[in-house]
């Protein structure tokens, strides 16, 4: 189109460059791990949501507000304060998966380069600037609680899950930001890049649910949250939140977009 300068397109370009977590912008928007947007392309025009969308994100935040407001409510009318270091841990930790949660939905669904750029940075922003401290202080927390009381490693399946969730989860993040940060060239850049991208996604539909049944062995099942809590708000906070959250999670999954056949 003759009207459309090249100032225009440059200015145009820059909307869509990425910022990681570190401050550095990306170099172009090719380096992305989704393509470029195009003049003329019918991407920009596609409407991005389905029918129910709406309905599951919405279905997503409130499970894992409730979950979240459950484990605070629980910890904090229960003298805290008289337990050391282990109130911090379900406090983070639940945080934490709520704002990985947020992370996931943030880029569910985007359909052209300039959303998906937007939504990107909120992911990562979710994801490693809030979410992934909170995790780790978490696990912090719990660990100078045993350190203290003398307890062991691995004894219940709420503390072998979280050792498997905590594994995966550092690989996750590993393999996330070398795909996108400073074009992918920690993994060869371009398409080698863009494809480890693919399998990053899908290993997060995978951790995710893993990470929730970590939170709802730990709340449901384990001898303080039993001994704290009323029966009814462990079911609602650990067992009916966390499948409602995996389930609208997944009703918004556009299994065709990622190609893996």
């Known amino acids: 189109m003759p009207e459309h300068t090249s100032g225009e397109q440059m200015e145009s370009e ?3 460059k ?3 977590v570190s401050g550095h912008p990306e170099p172009s928007v090719e380096h992305l791990p989704f393509p470029a947007p195009t003049m003329g392309s019918d991407s920009i025009n596609k409407y991005e949501e389905r029918r129910g969308d709406k309905i599951a994100a919405y279905s997503a935040l409130g499970s894992i507000l409730s979950f979240v407001c459950i484990t605070w409510f ?3 009318t229960n003298n805290p ?3 050391g270091w282990f109130p911090a841990h379900p406090l983070l930790m639940s945080l934490g998966i709520g704002c990985f949660t947020y992370g996931i939905l943030t880029l569910q669904p985007t ?3 300039k959303t998906k750029a937007a939504g990107l940075q909120r992911h990562q ?3 490693l600037v809030f979410g992934f401290p909170c995790i780790a202080l978490g696990i912090l927390a719990v660990e100078i609680h045993k350190v203290e009381l003398g307890y062991g490693h691995f004894a219940t399946w709420h503390g072998i899950f979280g050792f498997l969730s905590v594994g995966w989860l550092l690989g996750q993040v590993i393999l996330g930001g070398g795909s996108v940060w400073y074009g992918g060239a920690a993994f060869g850049g371009g398409t080698k890049a863009k494809i480890l991208w693919k399998y990053h996604r899908l290993s997060g539909y995978v951790l995710f649910p893993l990470l929730l049944i ?3 062995l730990g709340g449901a099942w384990s001898a303080w ?4 809590s009323h029966a009814v708000v462990r079911f609602v906070g650990y067992t009916v939140a966390p499948i409602v959250a995996i389930l609208a999670i997944y009703a918004r999954v556009r299994i065709s977009k990622m190609k893996f056949f």
Request: hydrophobic content about 40%.
């Open 81 to 83: 304060t008289s337990m």
């Open 214 to 216: 970590t939170a709802h």
């Open 74 to 76: 629980t910890v904090l």
């Open 14 to 16: 820059e909307q869509y």
């Open 111 to 113: 359909a052209h380069p």
């Open 225 to 228: 949250v039993t001994s704290h």
């Open 125 to 127: 922003k979710a994801m």
């Open 18 to 20: 990425l910022l990681d």
